[in-house]
Every structure is written in C-alpha cells, then in structure tokens.
C-alpha cells in the first residue's frame, strides 16, 4: 500500500536549524561551491546524519510551475525490465528524457533521477506524477525540480 505523500509550504524562519542547514548544503553542492557532501556539512555546521535524514525531502520551491523540464526522483525495485516501463510510460504521455541518472541498487531498491522534457506532455504534471506511482514496481516517485 502507497503512502500518500503530503507537502506543506513553510517560512523558512520557522524551520528547524537542521533543516535550515541540510537546505544551505544542498545549495552549496548545487552550485558546485563545494564538491563533496563532507565539504558541504562542514561549511554549514551540520552532521552528515542530519544531512542524510533530511536531504531527500526538502526541495526548493519554484514558483515557475509552467517551465518544461522536470526533475523527478525514484526509488524502484530492483526487477528487470522496471526502468524500462517508467520510460515507456513517460514517453507514451508524450515526455521526452533528457538524463538519467541510476545508483547501484542497495537491499533491492535503486535510486534514480530523471530529467524529462515536458512541452509535448499529454496531461497535466500531477495525473503524470500519479501515474509513475501507480507503476507496479515504483516504492516512489516525486518532482524535485522544474527548470
């Protein structure tokens, strides 16, 4: 059974210090300022487990919602064939992959990030994004950024 993902939209004067730092450590591995996760916890003055917990749930927020490509992490089992039924659905819906981007998969479960094209897509990004969850392999699957 899929658990039903919640976001919430919070000032950034509210948030937790260690959130507040795993958020500046990502800005600075983003823009290349540091290159290592080491150099980025460091700079901010925050542990690595503290990084690690929170790193893959905070995202920036974009308010251009109309732009045409998307980022979109996965977290899918590790099956043959899995990756290729999210790029054909993705391509059925009229996306186009840009890059991908694979982990080795660890305890069953691979972690990969997409960047598709989304100017030809067919529906809108939300039935899109629902329709990957709903992909019989895919643990979850959500936007991390547009651009």
């Known amino acids: 059974m899929k658990r039903?993902?919640?976001f919430y939209l919070i000032r950034s004067d509210i948030l937790p210090e260690s959130i507040a730092k795993t958020i500046e450590a990502k800005k600075l591995l983003d823009s290349g300022e540091v290159d290592?996760?080491?150099e980025a916890v460091e700079r901010v003055g925050l542990s690595r487990s503290a990084f690690y917990k929170y790193k893959d749930s905070i995202f920036p927020f974009n308010a251009m919602m109309s732009e045409k490509i998307m980022t979109i992490t996965f977290a899918l089992e590790h099956r043959s064939g899995l990756l290729s039924k999210v790029l054909q659905f993705v391509?059925?819906?009229g996306g186009n992959v840009l890059t991908i981007n694979q982990?080795?998969?660890l305890q069953g479960i691979a972690n990969i990030t997409?960047?598709?094209?989304?100017a030809n897509l067919k529906v809108p990004s939300t039935e899109f994004l629902e329709g990957l969850q709903e992909?019989?392999?895919v643990r979850r699957a959500m936007i991390v950024g547009r651009g």
Request: charged share 25%.
């Open 114 to 118: 997409l960047s598709v094209d989304m």
């Open 4 to 6: 039903e993902e919640k």
């Open 91 to 93: 391509a059925d819906l």
């Open 103 to 105: 982990t080795i998969p």
């Open 36 to 38: 290592t996760v080491n």
């Open 135 to 137: 992909i019989n392999g």
